[in-house]
């Protein structure tokens, strides 16, 4: 991204480009935002925690935590008006606060790359099953060829090796030549056929006669089966979920007009993100339930249910082809915006250039993967924290996953909060955050006590 090289106070009228409309802003960060955290993730976690409770605490996680935090994010950016590390900085100069919170964007960034390197292989997966459904593989086939399908794939670390470098290839792609244009066009198109497509997918599981029983399933909470553990994983999700904790939100909030509320439009993309993610589990559990399936798969819970229901329906193999190329760009533009903001760095560091910089990001975060990929096959038994309960049976992959999305960043989440609930004046906040009175007073006490105690106390009884 440019840089600018006055830095106006408020960030009024800053020399560097904007986006082309509030719309634009909103479809980028929906963009980021809806992805395999919403399509993939949600489902199995709630499988796995049980269900309604932890959807409950997932929503209030969401309501109370990542919305404000969204704010704070998008804030931050609009008004340090550059790269996170260097708004940050210039924020916290402004209101006299030290430099030292730029601490915030290394730790979103470190968390992003490692994201990114598991990432990409599930984005492989869903590519993979673009050419099952194209060939015509789910047509008819049952749970067991359905289940076969999914075993085979994670058998063979050439395949998921093959899908995974051709995502990463497509992401290194777009980060190379600067995103603003392509992605704003592509997003525009994408996301709505991927509500549209879920739509028909919730429709199709509406008709298994199992729909009831995954309503109760997701919306009637038991709290017998939330664990403490279960409510981090909430935690973390709502994080993973809406791009928090990683600066993106700071790098996308940088190129956006003074003109527009930030408080309205970070509630429109919660709303919108949530939306998805409940559709994607109406349309996933009716399919588990009629088919005896387990809800606490696991990670391969989509691709062994939805490939189920598109077998069975009329056109199912153009849906179900259809589906999975949705799904490969959702998670194509999130993982955009993952390796973003490692570029802008490397390249502002570095006489690599853009396209160097994104090519040898790229690179590392591929290499990285392959550990991911290893996990599942070669190295299924390597569980180096398996001496620790909770971590037991946990390979490589599991854990590259627990550590990112429910321990760095929520924890930079909370510093984020901290900061800007603490050290920013209030007038300021007010100002531009586009929230009158009672919504504003909300706001100002969920990012000064609310968000980093929830954090606090989730992670004081994990370490119990
Ligand atoms: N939110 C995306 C999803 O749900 C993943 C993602 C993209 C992300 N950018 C991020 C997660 C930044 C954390 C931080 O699939």
Not at 430 to 455: C, M, Q, S
């Amino acid at each position: 991204m440019t840089q600018s090289t006055s830095s106006v106070a408020n960030g009024d009228e800053a020399p560097r480009g904007l986006w082309s409309s509030r719309l634009a802003f909103i479809l980028a960060v929906t963009g980021s935002s809806v992805g395999l955290g919403n399509v993939w993730k949600f489902p199995y976690i709630t499988g796995e925690n049980g269900g309604g409770a932890f959807v409950l605490v997932y929503l209030i996680c969401i309501a109370v935590i990542g919305i404000p935090i969204l704010m704070a994010e998008v804030f931050l950016g609009r008004n340090g008006r550059h790269n996170p590390i260097t708004s940050v900085r210039l924020v916290a100069e402004r209101n006299l606060a030290s430099p030292l919170w730029r601490i915030t964007a290394i730790i979103g960034m470190i968390a992003a790359f490692v994201i990114l390197s598991f990432y990409s292989m599930i984005g492989g997966w869903a590519a993979a099953y673009v050419g099952h459904g194209a060939v015509g593989d789910f047509a008819g086939a049952g749970p067991e060829a359905i289940n076969g399908m999914f075993s085979a794939l994670l058998a063979s670390p050439a395949e998921l090796l093959l899908w995974h470098s051709l995502f990463m290839a497509l992401v290194v792609l777009v980060v190379s030549q600067g995103l603003k244009k392509g992605l704003e066009r592509s997003v525009t198109i994408l996301m709505p056929a991927l509500f549209v497509l879920l739509l028909i997918a919730v429709g199709y599981a509406a008709t298994t006669g199992h729909f009831g029983e995954a309503v109760n399933f997701l919306f009637r909470p038991n709290f017998d089966k939330l664990t403490i553990n279960g409510v981090l994983i909430a935690l973390g999700h709502a994080f993973f979920t809406l791009s928090l904790g990683m600066a993106i939100m700071m790098a996308y909030g940088s190129y956006l007009g003074r003109d527009v509320s930030i408080g309205r439009t970070a509630v429109i993309v919660g709303v919108t993100d949530t939306a998805v993610a409940l559709l994607a589990g109406l349309a996933i559990f009716p399919v588990v339930f009629a088919n005896g399936l387990e809800a606490g798969a696991g990670p391969g819970l989509i691709f062994q249910t939805l490939p189920l229901a598109f077998g069975q329906m009329p056109l199912g193999s153009l849906f179900g082809t259809l589906f999975f190329i949705l799904l490969v760009f959702a998670a194509w533009t999130s993982a955009i915006s993952l390796l973003e903001p490692v570029v802008e760095w490397v390249e502002e560091k570095t006489t690599l250039g853009r396209s160097g910089s994104a090519m040898l990001v790229g690179f590392l975060c591929w290499a990285l993967g392959i550990v991911s990929i290893l996990s599942l096959n070669l190295w299924s038994d390597v569980t180096p924290l398996g001496m620790i309960e909770r971590f037991e049976g946990k390979t490589l992959f599991d854990l590259l996953d627990y550590f990112t999305a429910n321990v760095m960043l929520p924890l930079s989440g909370m510093l984020t909060a901290l900061f800007v609930g603490w050290c920013v004046a209030r007038e300021c906040l007010e100002h531009d955050l586009g929230l009158k009175g009672g919504a504003f007073a909300v706001w100002y006490n969920l990012i000064r006590f609310a968000t980093p105690l929830a954090v606090a106390v989730v992670f004081v009884y994990n370490l119990l």
